[in-house]
């Protein structure tokens, strides 16, 4: 299958040489698995940065299962009944839906009746297979009947903002035998953790408190996404949710269904999981669909903040969002390093870049300290990467302001600003 287009082809000419760019665009989540011959099993490749690799089954897999529109978490569980549901977790749920929802129609329902609205659970008119559906067993069941199903998916909260080199985390909240580990629970207990430290303003509509800003939402937004994106039917994954001194990171299994400039945009939301979704939305958790991810945005240019970062990594299948919440203008500031002399290079590093990409270089810093400036080659030894590879990290150091690049074609070298 060709999905190249006649703009993806052309010329780009600088310094006396002339490059022929052939720009492979991202394939669209219902063409995809794009692959050589007839067996998409055999014939799809990836691209991994420098390089192209077989796809694994598990990839191709999960590829064909995002060619549906309507998602993945209808799937029903053959043999996962309403014996799977977690009593307790259901009842919280519903009485937060009646309170949102005062007089819905839903609310006399029986709870099996009330899931089947949800899409939490499902009859095929066809082959007459009942059972609970992946968005009911996954939201609302009991932690035994969830790891027995998919037992390859972990949830995994971490508060490291007062880490030291002999404390890892200082609060943690995973499977411990403690608490149903199901998906409403999982949101229930790490949402308030995720925001108590945010500032609450003293604000009043009529004579109710609103204690709550902008920030919260779209932290708790974030939140829905990681859930409403995930790949739970994937090999293996983890959704891990990190919070730190002044930054999150939210990081889901499955790759990006979208490219990156149409979620930026908004409008065109396509969740794996839309049922999960809707029974978020239906109390009060998630804005509507497409306007997720602008609504984010915005708070943090709002705010003057750097600019959220989503960065998918097609080796370990997942996608990280990173929201910090520093200032543009100081870390502008922060960025020229011969203006802040008094502070290490490490130091600097640190606040400007996120936690992956600071591992990514650090080999590159006791030689920039040492020697101020390295060449594209002595770093591509250092790193042990590509020649590829090592200009992008290069680049990135510059973007930071870090780094100045100086010389032509010939002779490049880069120096500590």
Excluded: C
């Amino acid at each position: 299958m060709n999905i190249l287009k006649d703009e993806d082809v052309f010329k780009v000419e600088g310094d006396g040489i002339a490059l022929l760019v052939i720009h492979v665009p991202r394939g669209e989540f219902n063409m995809r698995p794009v692959y050589v011959g007839e067996n998409p099993y055999k014939g799809t490749f990836k691209r991994n940065h420098e390089g192209d690799y077989h796809a694994t089954e598990h990839e191709i897999r999960g590829m064909i299962r995002d060619q549906n529109h309507e998602g993945n978490d209808s799937t029903i569980l053959e043999y996962y009944t309403m014996n799977d549901i977690d009593k307790e977790t259901l009842r919280k749920y519903r009485q937060v839906f009646e309170i949102r929802n005062d007089g819905h129609v839903w609310n006399p329902l029986d709870d099996k009746s009330f899931l089947e609205k949800l899409g939490g659970y499902r009859k095929d008119r066809k082959t007459g297979v009942e059972g609970l559906t992946l968005a009911g067993l996954m939201m609302f069941g009991t932690g035994q009947a969830i790891r027995e199903r998919f037992s390859n998916i972990f949830m995994d909260y971490r508060n490291e903002t007062e880490v030291t080199v002999d404390v890892r985390w200082n609060d943690r909240i995973t499977y411990d035998g403690t608490w149903e580990n199901n998906l409403f629970n999982f949101f229930s207990k790490v949402t308030p953790k995720l925001t108590e430290d945010l500032p609450k303003p003293f604000k009043l509509e009529g004579i109710q408190r609103i204690d709550e800003t902008l920030v919260h939402k779209a932290i708790r937004e974030a939140f829905v996404n990681l859930i409403i994106h995930a790949d739970y039917l994937m090999d293996a994954g983890t959704l891990k949710i990190i919070k730190k001194n002044k930054s999150f990171e939210f990081t889901n299994p499955g790759i990006l269904k979208l490219p990156i400039e149409d979620i930026f945009r908004g409008g065109n939301s396509k969740p794996r999981n839309p049922h999960m979704q809707t029974m978020l939305r239906m109390v009060g958790f998630g804005d509507n669909a497409g306007s997720g991810f602008p609504t984010i945005l915005a708070t943090w240019e709002a705010e003057g903040w750097i600019r959220p970062e989503l960065l998918e990594d097609t080796v370990l299948n997942q996608v990280t969002l990173i929201l910090q919440m520093k200032k543009v203008a100081v870390v502008e500031e922060q960025g020229n390093f011969v203006q802040k002399n008094d502070r290490s290079l490490t130091e600097v590093l640190t606040e400007v870049l996120t936690e992956v990409n600071f591992k990514k270089i650090q080999p590159l810093i006791p030689v920039l300290e040492n020697k101020k400036e390295i060449p594209p080659k002595e770093a591509e030894g250092v790193l042990g990467k590509s020649t590829s590879t090592t200009y992008r990290y290069l680049s990135m150091l510059v973007d930071v302001g870090v780094l100045i690049k100086e010389g032509n074609t010939n002779r490049i070298i880069y120096k500590l600003a």
